[in-house]
Structures are given as C-alpha cells and as structure tokens.
C-alpha cells in the first residue's frame, strides 16, 4: 500500500522539510580541508534537536535488525555512494566531493534530503558529476504529476545521467517518506516513459539520483553501511522529499 498524505499533513511536512534544509545548508557550509566529519555530524543533531526534531537515520535499522546506524548524518566521500559513517579519523581534505544527507522527525513525520559539494578546488570532471546529477535530480522531480509513472522519474534521471556519459546506481533507489524513513514505492534511478506504478496527488517521495563517472556495480563496506563504487571511482548524490500534486510536484526540502 502506498500511503497518501493529508494537506495538513502536507503542511507539516513543508515546515520540516524547510528547516531540515536551512539545517543541512547550515553544515554544507562548514565543509573546509582538515573538518573531521564527525563534527558534520554533531552540529547536524545539534541544530535538529534545537529546532524540536529528532536525527530520523540515529539508530535506524536495516531490515535484518542486526546493525542500527550510530549518527544523524551520512557523510559519503568520494568513491562512497551512501551512509557513509562520520568518524573523528575521518579528515576532509581539498579536492573530495562529500555527500551530505540528513534525515529529520519533526511533529511526528519524516524528510530527507542530501547534498554534494566539493571541498576547496575540485577537478573538472566532479564539477561536472556534481551538475549532472543535481539536474538528474531537477528533471527527475519535473517529471512528476498526479497520473505520471515511476517509470518516468527514473527515465528522466538515466536519459539525462547517461547522454553526460555517467551511469546511475541501480541497486539503490529513492523510496516514499512521511510516516517512516523508508515507505513504499522504491524510486529507481532508471527505467522506461509510462510504465510502473501510477502517482498520485498527496503521495510523498524522497528523490535520490546516485550517478557515478565509471561502472555501476558497487560494494558494502565492511562497516556494514557504507555503499562504495567498484571501481574506486566518484559517485554524487543529491535528494530532495517531494509532495505529488495535480499538476507538478512541491519540493518539499526547499533551499530557502
Ligand atoms: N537518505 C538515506 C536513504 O534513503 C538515508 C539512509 S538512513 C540510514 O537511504 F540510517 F540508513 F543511514
Ligand atoms: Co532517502
């Protein structure tokens, strides 16, 4: 069952989606050479908490309940795709690209949203994954209506992504949000124009376009969280929580 969301619920979800972005815009901007990337992760709780949310992905657990995630922030660097771990070790230096993705329970219901940005001079080639992806992302959202598919989001996300020479990650994907981090439908990355299921006005969803320069295999860290490409080579991320409406979509973690 997908769920569908109330305009007062709605409502709630566009006042926490607009101060977990200011929240997350806020730590992107801390972002320098030398940060440890726990640090993003403490003043990320600390601004959640003091505006009356909780870290939605703090002790979150994976399906098997064997492992529950340790922060409030995934920090993914470079060849890391997503649920990168903040660490004290872990020192940014100029030149990374950093994935930033935060999750917030604000008055009972969930957004999500990530990030990626460079630290200090990046080379040509992340610059331009970074504006890919993040226009994957755009065209991904403007593909959404009340009657739209899954299949179209996804396509526009590939067709874009691929006709730049990238590739998107297949083994992870966007999913709905609101009542719970994760809800139905899975949001794939790619896909073909009219097929899948249907959207429809009130249904929330979390956009998530993952788009790496080389091959699109990837493997689990041994921390058990980090996703990793192959290959070694980058990956970038961006995500925004949106509302389906009768004409468009609402995003929903507006950039103030
Ligand atoms: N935006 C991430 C996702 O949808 C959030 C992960 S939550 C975590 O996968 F707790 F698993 F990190
Ligand atoms: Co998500």
Redesign the pocket.
């Known amino acids: 069952m997908i769920n569908i969301k109330s305009s007062e619920e709605i409502k709630i979800l566009r006042e926490g989606g607009k101060i977990l972005a200011s929240i997350l815009s806020e730590v992107a901007r801390k972002v320098k050479p030398g940060l440890a990337t726990v640090e993003l992760d403490q003043l990320s709780e600390k601004l959640i908490r003091k505006n009356n949310g909780e870290p939605s992905?703090k002790n979150?657990k994976t399906r098997d309940d064997r492992f529950s995630?340790p922060a409030s922030l995934?920090v993914s660097i470079n060849d890391e795709i997503?649920?990168g771990i903040p660490s004290k070790n872990r020192i940014l230096k100029q030149g990374d690209i950093v994935s930033l993705?935060l999750?917030m329970k604000y008055k009972n219901l969930y957004t999500?949203m990530?990030t990626t940005i460079g630290v200090g001079k990046i080379s040509d080639q992340a610059e331009k994954l970074i504006d890919v992806t993040k226009k994957s992302l755009a065209l991904g959202i403007k593909s959404i209506k009340d009657g739209a598919c899954i299949g179209d989001i996804g396509s526009a996300v590939q067709l874009y992504a691929e006709k730049n020479g990238f590739n998107v990650v297949r083994h992870l994907v966007g999913?709905g949000v609101g009542y719970k981090?994760?809800e139905m439908p899975d949001i794939p990355n790619y896909g073909s124009k009219g097929t899948g299921l249907k959207l429809k006005k009130g249904m929330v969803l979390?956009l998530?376009p993952m788009i790496v320069i080389g091959s699109s295999d990837i493997i689990l860290d041994k921390d058990n969280w980090t996703w990793k490409t192959k290959d070694g080579l980058l990956s970038v991320h961006f995500?925004h929580t949106v509302a389906v409406t009768r004409n468009g979509a609402e995003i929903l973690t507006k950039i103030q």
């Open positions: 992905f979150y995630y995934c997503v649920h993705d999750g999500d990530a999913h981090v994760h979390a998530e995500e």
